[in-house]
Each structure stands twice: as C-alpha cells, then as structure tokens.
C-alpha cells in the first residue's frame, strides 16, 4: 500500500506523527512517573513558569473576563477591526515606526501572515528565501500552496550574520524567478536565538536595494513573533526606519504576532503590516491579502482584536501590560544568560545566541543525540543541523544544569 489510502499525497511527505508532539508525549509520561523535578522538557515553545505553567499575562485575563458576546460571537471584518488595525501597527512599531504607507491585515497568528504573503509575492512554484536555521513550519506553509523554501547559511565561521551568503542565494532566486519572498525571523530568532544587529539590518537593506535594480519584485517578511523578548522594546525595534530606505518594489511586510508577545497562543491573532512606497502598493496589498484570508480561513477571531485594542485604548492599562510583560521578559533573559554562561563553562558549543524562547547546539546526527538525551530525561527537539532547547518551558535552574548533560551525550561514543 502507498503512503495514502484516499487522501491525495500532491507531492507532500506528510509523517505519521508530528515529532515534537512525540517527544512532548514521551516527557509528559516521564514527569507522571517520576515527578517533574527529575524531568527537563525543553521542547515547548510557549513561555512557562518555573512549575511548568502557560504564563498568562493579569492584565490581559482581565480584559478577557470583562468582554461582552459583542466582541467575541460576532463576525470581525475580514482585515479586522478597525481600533486593532490601528493598535496593531502600535503595538508592533512602538516608537520606531518607519515613513512609509501603512496597511494592516488581522491574521490567525504570524502563521497566517506568512501563508498570505507567500501566496500573494510568490507564484506557484517558486522558492522563498529563508536562513538554513529556520522555523520548520515555513516549509509547511510554503509547500501546502505549492512552493517551497530554499536556504543560505546563517552564520559565517566567525558566528556573524552571513551576508555574501544571503546575497548570493538571493541574486540566485532572483535570476530565475520573477519575484522573491524573503523570510527574516528577528529579533530572538526561531531556533536560535539570534538577533540580527543594525549593520545586518543596513547590509540586508543594501543586498535587497542593489537586487531590486533588476525591477523584480521583493518582498521582504519579517517575522517578529518574538519581538517583546529579546530585550529592550525600543532597542529592539531601532531597526525598523532602516526599512523606509528600501526602493519602491520592495515591499517590508511584517508578521506580528499576539501569540507570544500577548501570550494569547490560543486565541489565534496577528496580523501583516505592510510598509510601502506608495499608497497604491499599500492598497493592493490589503486587497490581495484580505482576498486571500477569504479563500482560507475567512474572518479572524474578533476575540483578541477586541483585547489589543482595548489595552491601546487606556494608558494606564498598556502600562501594566508592559510592565508585567517586561518580569517575564527578565525570567527569560535570565534562563538564556544562564544556559550560555553553563554552556561556556563546560565547553558546549551553542549557535550563535542573543536571547528569546530558545537555544541551538549544533551537531551531526541530532536524532540520535535528542533519544540518547531522553534516557536521561532530558526532552529536546532534533532539527536538521542540531538540537533545539526552549529555555521559555525550564527552570534558570535546570537551563544552568543541562549544557554539561548535553555535552556528554554528545561526547559519549
Ligand atoms: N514564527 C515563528 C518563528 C514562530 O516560532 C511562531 C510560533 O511558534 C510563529 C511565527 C507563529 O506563531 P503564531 O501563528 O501562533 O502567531
């Protein structure tokens, strides 16, 4: 028998069971049975406590307890509602919004970003640009509408943003393609934790200024679904002007997301804010987009709409949010630092690092790494070219205790 009984495979390998939520099941069983104290479950991507509970943020549950049906039962406009189109554009460019013209779409997270931008900059068939370290979903996303994703490396020997590469691998797309997509997941970037600086930033800008001379069209994704967690808000966000430089068919489009920067996963928000040269490219992005949301999933939740713009509408309500947001922030940071200083210590090599939900040890063969890891308790995800630890779901305890059990799985023959 084939790999499919009715379902159609249309060219996709889908595996019988999602690996992370494998290995997850596997370190629920292993906390039943010996006790959560004995178990490191570094594998989920949300923000927990140190007991192993979803933080929520106060200030938000309050919000949601005090809603109406109104703002939850009923229909949201396809693009959203107006006060989150608004307060999204707040809550995603703080005080460093770029010039340029401004168009928000809701979506049901970042993920529904990067699948409208993907449908709407690329044509069938095409590859989209992203780092070879990446979240895995983009090829997911990309594939289920009949692209794919093609990589250059992230860092250069030195542990620095690779910018010939990215150069390369983009004027080699460009030379074959019609348009480009572009992924950058920064600031804490998805699995590594790495941050692109301002002079990555103005070497991304100026690769893209000189690509866009051949009058193809880019469209440069940044995804910032961590963008509260890498550290300072404003610091963080000191790149985004850098973006008003880029010529007239590049299009900036960014993937916010309420998911972590709310902690409001299951609620399902985002929105794609684009940032463009010229009105008419902000008004067909909006339509393009907002077609697509209607051939996919439709209206997106009002739930969390409601929420944003609230919390934007009273000041002293945002305040609390930031600030609550900002302890959690510091847990964090705290759980990286400790990881990396232990990793130092023991002489564990780690991917380049700056801060956010996760950390990477590179290695051959991390499959083989991450079940020699699980006969010790220890639950990490493989990916392709290392092992993935979330800092965001351990204890600063157990971050500072892992990197010397890493290191000797690793080195153990
Ligand atoms: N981008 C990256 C790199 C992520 O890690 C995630 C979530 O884990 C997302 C985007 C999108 O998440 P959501 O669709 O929940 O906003």
């Not at 808000?233 to 900036?252: A, C, G, H, Q, T």
């Not at 697509?292 to 944003?308: C, E």
């Amino acid at each position: 028998m084939g790999e499919f009984i009715l379902a159609r495979g249309n060219g996709r390998k889908i595996p019988q069971e999602d690996k992370i939520f494998g290995i997850s099941s596997r370190a629920k069983a292993a906390i039943a049975e010996k006790g959560f104290d004995h178990v490191i479950n570094g594998t989920i991507g949300s923000l927990l406590d140190d007991e192993g509970n979803l933080v929520v943020l106060e200030s938000v549950d309050k919000v949601y307890r005090e809603l109406k049906p109104v703002d939850y039962a009923e229909y949201a406009p396809i693009g959203g509602i107006a006060t989150f189109r608004e307060s999204v554009k707040k809550a995603a460019f703080g005080n460093h919004a770029p010039d340029g013209f401004m168009e928000a779409v809701a979506t049901p997270g970042g993920t529904g970003s990067l699948r409208n931008v993907i449908s709407n900059y690329s044509s069938a068939g095409d590859q989209v640009l992203t780092s070879d370290w990446h979240w895995a979903p983009y090829n997911t996303i990309a594939g289920e509408i009949g692209r794919s994703v093609a990589t250059y490396e992230l860092f250069t020997e030195g542990g620095t943003f690779n910018a010939e590469a990215f150069a390369a691998k983009s004027a080699e797309l460009l030379a074959k393609q019609e348009s480009l997509v572009v992924i950058i997941n920064t600031p804490a970037h998805n699995p590594t934790g790495y941050s692109l600086t301002l002079e990555d930033w103005s070497k991304v800008v100026e690769i893209l200024s000189e690509e866009a001379k051949s009058g193809k069209a880019i469209a440069l994704l940044i995804d910032v679904a961590y963008i509260d967690f890498a550290g300072d808000e404003d610091e963080y966000r000191e790149f985004f002007p850098l973006l008003s430089k880029l010529p007239e068919n590049v299009i900036s489009i960014v993937a916010y997301s309420l998911s972590k920067t709310f902690a409001l996963y299951g609620a399902r928000c985002g929105a794609m804010i684009c940032v463009a040269k010229t009105q008419e490219i902000a008004d067909e992005f909006k339509r393009v987009c907002e077609f697509s949301s209607r051939g996919s999933w439709s209206n997106s939740a009002k739930i969390a709409q409601v929420i944003l713009s609230r919390i934007y509408s009273d000041p002293e309500l945002l305040r609390m949010t930031n600030e609550e947001r900002a302890g959690y922030r510091n847990m964090l940071i705290a759980r990286g630092r400790a990881f990396s200083e232990a990793a130092a210590e023991c002489g564990l090599e780690i991917v380049p690092f700056d801060a956010g939900f996760f950390v990477s040890v590179p290695c051959d063969d991390p499959d083989k790494y991450s079940k020699r890891l699980e006969k010790e308790d220890v639950f990490l995800v493989p990916l392709a070219k290392g092992i993935r630890v979330a800092v965001s779901s351990i204890s600063e305890e157990k971050c500072r205790k892992l990197p010397p059990i890493i290191k000797a799985a690793l080195d153990a023959e």
